[in-house]
């Protein structure tokens, strides 16, 4: 049974009949009684602080949830619950405890620091902090004097990050110390359904939107997700997004109007993956610049970008120093794929071997450009500062017009030198059916499963970051409108494969869920009998929606698959409804923790 410990402004005076006939449940109206109840709170326990603005200091919260009942500190009413002055959290060795629905306006250097924690989830608030000095706005990592990061599975998602003029960054994820035993970072933490606007002006260093690691750490594994956010007038560091950890995913982020690149810092086998990428012909606009070793770029977009060298949309500079090098070294990148890309209106496209003024003397190696569609009007489309070591080309298509050059001499099978046909629709420019980039790709990319659109590839792939299709388009650019405190909790198609329906009506074989039991996320996979209108929700187990998975229309025989994140919810009994054409399928799973 949860607790709900209830912090009103103004009417404390009109409740306190009803609060002395609530065991359990107390009310509070002053900033130093909700501080007392953050000291007390239990497993269960939700604290609400009402409309208002407080000034409630720092604040170390000791207490844990547990994955059945969390501890719950929240806005009242979603931003009418204002921090301000020195108003900050640091949660040390704390787990499944949830920040939600503040206003935070404090002059701190962080407003919120865990500290070896795990499943702390910061969800649905707005931060626009009063900065004097560089700040940290949200902090996850270890403690100063603990070897080990003993930091997992937090969540970031669904907040408001906005105006930072002075240094720092929005977002940083950090791990153990560097100068005790072997350093760690933070690992398996998800920064999701953010809207990040208006950070700058640009800094030579130190004030990227999102850090995830710092050269003490860069040789652990993070596998941190930055995905489904929305960067907006991003331009305060080079590095807007800096990955400085092993096996870090950005993918499925739109990036609008925002200087400088997503930097594969210090990293290796990370994955920049279906992002939208649009310039809007702002200065400095770039895409992905990398260093280190077992890089994927695939089915990004990138339109309307400006930037060169540094901020170039792909960008494969020398490297300084081997990947046994010094860990403040740019590694030499090699052993990197950049396949299933959209380049269209840019002023600079694929760049190789800038050498930063003669200080990198390392050529890139072992690099695969494949299936990429690369359309501009100036400047080489592929442009080559120092030649690579053992650069393939495969399966491309290169269309220069204006000034434009192809920039390199290639062979039918590295590159067709064609238009690709592309239509502009819904501000995007996409192949049409009659486009030669259909069915198209060379090579084998198993792991390449859907386009941009979340759309299935099928067995003949098409070049380019869009595949064409008919059906239902299930990702886009993100809007404001998608993000943020008030967007919605929404999942993705992870993929859709074209099959026979042989199933009745309410077979397993329709709804399928993967793993089941699960902790803290499930596949669920769904087959329509029928097309048209569907719906695929999740209930508890007394029959109230806690998730719509995907409202739309749908083809029979397609398959259609939905990622159900439980990260939030206590561990027990759900049921996945999937309905279209007044055919009805139930399936019961388990959710354990």
């Not at 410990?5 to 009109?14: C, D, E, N, R």
């Not at 003029?165 to 350093?183: A, E, V, W």
């Not at 760049?351 to 930063?356: A, E, H, K, L, V």
Request: with cysteine; hydrophobic share 35%; charged share 20%.
């Amino acid at each position: 049974m949860k607790r709900f410990v209830t912090i009103p402004l103004l009417a404390a005076l009109l409740l306190c009949a009803a609060e002395r006939s609530e065991a359990g449940r107390k009310v509070y109206s002053t900033a130093s009684s909700f501080k007392t109840a953050l000291q007390s709170a239990v497993p269960g326990d939700t604290i609400e602080l009402a409309d208002g603005s407080y000034d409630i200091g720092g604040n170390s919260l000791t207490k844990s949830g547990t994955a059945q009942q969390r501890i719950v500190i929240k806005a009242l009413n979603r931003g009418k619950a204002e921090l301000k002055g020195k108003s900050a959290f640091t949660g040390k060795g704390i787990a499944y405890v949830t920040i939600e629905g503040f206003l935070v306006t404090s002059d701190v250097s962080t407003a919120v620091k865990t500290e070896s924690c795990n499943n702390v989830r910061i969800t649905r608030n707005t931060f626009r902090l009063s900065e004097t000095t560089s700040s940290k706005w949200v902090l996850i990592g270890g403690t100063y004097n603990i070897a080990t990061a003993n930091s997992f599975e937090n969540r970031v998602d669904h907040n408001l990050f906005e105006n930072k003029k002075q240094l720092g960054n929005y977002i940083t994820i950090d791990g153990s110390p560097d100068d005790l035993g072997s350093p760690e970072a933070s690992r398996d933490d998800r920064i999701d359904h953010n809207h990040f606007r208006t950070i700058g002006p640009r800094a030579a260093n130190e004030m990227e939107t999102v850090r995830i690691g710092h050269s003490g750490i860069c040789r652990s594994s993070s596998r941190t997700a930055v995905e489904f956010n929305l960067f907006e007038e991003c331009d305060g560091d080079p590095e807007i997004v800096s990955v400085k950890t092993r096996h870090t995913s950005v993918r499925w982020n739109t990036f609008r109007r925002s200087q400088g690149t997503v930097c594969l810092r210090s990293s290796d086998s990370s994955t920049v993956e279906g992002n939208w990428f649009l310039g809007g012909g702002k200065s400095g606009t770039g895409g992905v610049r990398m260093y280190g070793s077992g890089h994927r770029v695939v089915n990004n977009y990138f339109s309307g970008l400006t930037g060169d060298t540094w901020d170039a949309p792909v960008t494969i500079t020398n490297g300084d120093a081997e990947l046994t090098g010094s860990v403040t070294s740019h590694w030499r990148p090699q052993n990197i794929t950049v396949a299933f890309n959209t380049f269209v209106g840019n002023v600079n496209n694929i760049q190789f071997g800038f050498t930063n003024n003669g200080s990198y003397s390392k050529p890139p190696k072992d690099l695969l450009v494949a299936n990429n569609i690369v359309a501009g009007a100036q400047n080489p489309l592929v442009k080559i500062i120092t030649a690579p070591s053992n650069l393939t080309y495969q399966g491309n298509i290169l269309f220069p017009t204006g000034s434009a050059t192809v920039g390199i001499t290639v062979t039918d099978a590295q590159a067709r030198v064609t238009d690709p046909l592309l239509v502009f629709t819904d501000s995007l420019w996409r192949i049409a059916p009659e486009s030669p980039a259909v069915n198209a790709a060379a090579g084998s990319f198993p792991w390449v499963i859907t386009d941009i659109d979340g759309q299935m590839r099928d067995g003949a792939p098409d070049a380019g970051a869009d595949e064409w299709s008919g059906g239902t388009r299930f990702n886009r650019p993100l809007t404001a409108a998608d993000v943020g405190p008030e967007g919605p909790d929404s999942l993705v198609i992870i993929t859709a494969v074209r099959r026979p329906v042989t199933a009745a009506p309410g077979s397993p074989e329709l709804l399928r869920v993967f793993p089941n039991p699960f902790n803290p996320s499930a596949t669920v996979r769904f087959t329509p009998p029928n097309g048209g209108e569907a719906e695929v929700t999740v209930t508890d187990l007394l029959g109230r929606e806690v998730t719509l998975l995907f409202r739309g229309t749908v083809e029979p025989g397609r398959e259609y698959a939905f990622r159900f994140d439980a990260g939030a919810f206590a561990a027990g009994t759900f049921f996945v409804h999937a309905q279209t054409d007044g055919v009805r399928t139930v399936r019961r799973i388990l959710l354990v923790k």
